[in-house]
């Protein structure tokens, strides 16, 4: 199989530089590498044209969020697409190659998650779990499931042609789970592997506290209004709200919680012109897979935990 991998970044040259010399390490070297730059400012694009000649550098004039992988999805060649951030790393050497070897086994993956480690304690982090099983029970097991980690992440190439894209309208945030909505929807099936690990470096460079508060909470309104039916619709905003609220508060960001509702109602009548609520079929394949969904009181202490982690990362 030919592999492309397409990497995301802004203003971040130094971890850049360090991913792509990583590449070197590879069992399997990849056959093409896309870099999106959006927009950066410190040089990034510069360096990596001048020092890399082997990548495909494309410069974005405009930082288009995490919307900017689909310019380099759309340009990418492989059989299967790698999608990571610039600060996420394969711990070891067989990565790329026992990616391939899992698509090659398992004809009816479609989309491939992988196990995500912390860059300090090489553990899972709390706050990169979203898939509907207990973390820790099912962070060194192999599933189906219903989320799609977007920066550390493999696709057949062949998805996008038939579900389209990221939403560039989300910006960053559930990008992820508006995507993984339309491809099980089309009958695709989305995997998470422990077999394959990252190491996420969470760098905090040009990282704002706001960020996480407002476009999670807007963008769960919009993820409603696209892909759900009218009542789980309902049901999943008010839900999610109350979360998101819980989060803000313990963050002290009210301010950027109630602008984001604010926004998140004000959009949905441009949100309606991408409504295709999933079917029945797909209602009843995700409450398969969610079948062993943790209960509420873990989702409460996972929810604090996550809220720590984030906390201690990115919150100065």
């Not at 759309?74 to 996420?88: F, M, P």
């Not at 962070?139 to 057949?156: H, L």
């Not at 998140?264 to 398969?288: A, M, N, Q, V």
């Amino acid at each position: 199989m030919k592999i492309s991998i397409v990497i995301l970044t802004c203003n971040r040259k130094d971890s850049m530089v360090s991913l792509l010399k990583s590449f070197e390490q590879q069992n399997k070297i990849p056959d093409e590498i896309i870099v999106v730059d959006n927009d950066s400012n410190d040089g990034t694009s510069e360096y990596l044209k001048t020092h890399f000649d082997n990548i495909n550098l494309v410069r974005l004039t405009k930082n288009k969020g995490v919307s900017g992988r689909n310019e380099g999805i759309k340009r990418a060649s492989g059989d299967i697409i790698i999608t990571l951030d610039d600060d996420v790393f394969f711990s070891d050497s067989s990565s790329i190659a026992t990616i391939e070897k899992i698509f090659s086994k398992k004809k009816n993956i479609s989309v491939l998650n992988f196990r995500i480690l912390d860059g300090a304690t090489k553990e899972i982090i709390a706050f990169n779990w979203f898939h509907p099983y207990r973390m820790e029970d099912y962070a060194n097991k192999s599933f189906i499931t219903d989320y799609i980690s977007e920066g550390a992440v493999a696709f057949k190439r062949e998805v996008f042609n038939i579900v389209g894209y990221y939403p560039e309208e989300f910006f960053i945030s559930h990008e992820g789970p508006d995507l993984a909505y339309r491809l099980m929807d089309a009958g695709f099936e989305i995997y998470y592997s422990s077999d394959v690990s990252v190491i996420h470096k969470c760098s905090t460079e040009h990282r704002v506290s706001w960020r996480n508060t407002y476009y999670d909470t807007r963008n769960q309104i919009w993820l409603a209004v696209r892909n759900l039916p009218f009542c789980k619709a309902i049901l999943h905003v008010f839900y999610r709200l109350l979360t998101t609220f819980l989060f803000a508060l313990r963050r002290k960001q009210l301010k950027w919680y109630f602008k984001a509702v604010f926004n998140g109602f004000k959009g949905i009548k441009d949100e309606l012109r991408y409504r295709k609520p999933i079917s029945k079929e797909t209602i009843r394949k995700i409450r398969k897979i969610r079948k062993n969904n943790p209960g509420f009181i873990y989702k409460i202490s996972s929810f604090i935990r996550r809220t720590n982690s984030i906390n201690k990362k990115f919150v100065n």
